[in-house]
């Protein structure tokens, strides 16, 4: 398993300089989805930063156009308008710059290939490394997420939880500088999710990338982040973003029992639960 106490984040997760993760930065960010029901504005207008080694939660109602964003954010949904920038680059539109963790990890393993393959797939063709290291690598993230024993197991072999956790692996053996979640952890039962978002924290707090989580659990969402950006109903604006502030390294039970947790919490479902008239007043009366 990882050391959590390797490479020390600040109190806020964020990290200043010389790390590894990546800022990424979407611009006025607007999506209407155009076909045969006429068009669905999705998106209004987007704008937020996410700083390097940040730990970022998006939540919102459902159907309100997070996946979308994060789809835009990784270039493989093209926006109606906007720009979306890693570092200094706009790679608006263009895939393969972050890389993203689906909800569905059993769509997402290749069922004819054991759990080695299925992790070298995913980085064998970015970066040219001889078999022998790319076993080595693969070893060492299965290591990581604690499933050396299993490298030559197929899928189908290996609960839910496993399975997800073999495609965290692979999406983190790809190193990547950011790593975009689309409620990575709603499939499996609640202990198994508590187990692997105690383990996600573990890795971005070794490994240091930017993390994008789009989640509809709040509790997850207060547990693991820095800030959480709160989306409107659709078309989606941004109407607020909390900053945590929560000390690091998270507890997985003392943290979720602190008053600061509990407090975030209810302000976020108070949110969210909102009428739309009530929202407004939230938003108002809430520092962004
Ligand atoms: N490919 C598409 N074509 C047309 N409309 C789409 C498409 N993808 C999404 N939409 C519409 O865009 C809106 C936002 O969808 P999206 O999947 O981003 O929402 P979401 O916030 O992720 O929802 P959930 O919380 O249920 O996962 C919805 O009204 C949806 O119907
Ligand atoms: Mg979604």
New binding site residues.
Partial sequence: MVNPARGQPSPTGILSSGMAGGRVRIEAIA?V???I?GH?P??QSVSLAVEPGEFLAIV????????????IIAGL?QPTDGRVYLGEQDVTGQPAHMVYLFQQYSKSLLPWMNVADNVMFAFRHRVSLSRSAARDRCREYLAMVGLSDFADHYPWQLSGGMQQRVTIARALAAEPKVLLM??PFSSVDALTRIDLQSLILDLWNERRFTAVL?T?DVDEAVFLADRVAV?SR?P?VLSEVIETGLPRPRRTIETRESPAFLSLRHRLLQHLLARPEESHAVSRGAHC
């Fill in positions: 999506k989805f155009t076909g029901g669905v999705a998106i919102g109602p459902s159907g309100c156009g997070k996946s979308t964003l994060l789809q949904v689309d409620e789009v509809h989306l659709r989606a």
